[in-house]
């Protein structure tokens, strides 16, 4: 089978399509063969060599939300068979013909979804739900979301609506402003206007937009830092929690450890939403998986609207 791997940190091209054998799924395993795979952000950094929480040995196979159908099912695994079709977070070589998934954590993709739908399920709309969650949004509240035209941040904007408080959108370029706009959004703004007071800023950069974000909130506002795209985590003032403002992180892989339960109850909630029609995940683009190196392009300039997948 092909694998994406690179054997060294720097741009897209060093991202290597090698020959590998086809895994065999061990206990509380699955293996599937991918139909699409949903290419995520932090592997650009991770590619990059970017300190911080991007670090990861060498060589590395990217990670990635795949969607396909069970090939073969490991000892112990109960609740799947030959041929579902399910969708899972693949923590390393995600970017292949076939990937071994966690079991536990697979998701049954409901019949009649497409593909990019089906790629929010393991992660990106469980991590929408989850900070949310974590912000304690609720209706009336006013809710800044930062990279708003990415994958997880297009999702926060249309979940914001549905628990009935205001969004703004914070993006790049006017392009990505009417995107988050047609979602939803109440306001749009750059990330180098002047940000208006709210009650939840919701933080996938790092860096000074987190302290930024902490000296838009309102008394007793709250932020959640759940990514560092910037590759900055600084370090946070006091004096801007004085204000009755409080921080929180969010991670999917801690709240699985932590609250298996509530992550799965969110993993549900984003299959009914998703299936239902009230939370639409928006398809940029769809690469062949021998055209890695461009998908990888895209996020590193910051172009996407919503999900980049590769087709192996």
């Known amino acids: 089978m092909r694998l994406v ?24 395993q699955l293996l599937v063969r991918a139909e699409a795979i949903g290419v995520n952000f932090a592997d650009t950094k991770i590619r990059a060599g970017a300190a911080g929480i991007f670090v990861r040995p060498l060589p590395f196979g990217p990670t990635g ?3 396909g159908s069970v090939a073969a099912v490991g000892p112990d695994v109960t609740g799947f068979t030959v041929g579902d079709r399910v969708a899972a977070l693949v923590a390393e070589n995600a970017y292949a013909d076939y990937a071994l998934v966690d079991a536990a954590w697979a998701a ?35 809710v800044l979301i930062q990279s708003a035209a990415g994958g997880v941040g297009h999702l926060a904007v249309q979940i914001t609506k549905l ?7 914070v993006v790049g370029s006017p392009a990505k402003a009417d995107f988050v706009r ?8 750059t990330a180098d206007a002047e940000w208006p007071t709210v009650d939840v800023v919701l933080d996938a950069v790092g860096g000074s937009s987190l302290t930024r974000g902490l000296d838009a909130l309102a008394p ?19 004096r801007s929690l004085f204000g009755l403002r409080s921080l929180t992180g969010f991670g999917i892989t801690t709240l699985r450890e932590a609250r298996p339960d509530e992550a799965r109850a ?39 609207l919503g999900r980049v997948l590769l087709i192996p």
């Open 220 to 238: 007793l506002g709250r932020a959640v830092m759940y990514g560092a795209a910037s590759g900055e985590i600084p370090a946070v003032p006091a």
């Open 266 to 304: 969110d993993i549900a909630r984003a299959t009914r939403l998703i299936a239902d029609g009230k939370l639409r995940v928006a398809q940029h683009a769809a690469f062949p998986l021998s055209d890695v190196a461009m998908a990888h392009q895209v996020l590193d300039d910051r172009a996407n």
């Open 65 to 67: 939300d795949v969607v």
């Open 108 to 142: 049954l993709v409901p019949s009649g979804l497409d593909a990019a739908s089906a790629t929010a399920l393991p992660m990106l709309a469980p991590v929408a739900i989850g900070v949310l969650h974590a912000g304690r949004v609720t209706a009336g509240d006013t």
């Open 163 to 169: 628990l009935g408080a205001k969004a703004i959108g």
């Open 5 to 28: 791997r690179f054997h060294a940190h720097g741009g897209p091209e060093v991202l290597r399509i090698e020959e590998a054998e086809v895994p065999t799924p061990g206990p509380g």
């Open 182 to 189: 047609s979602l939803g959004a109440d306001d749009v703004i």
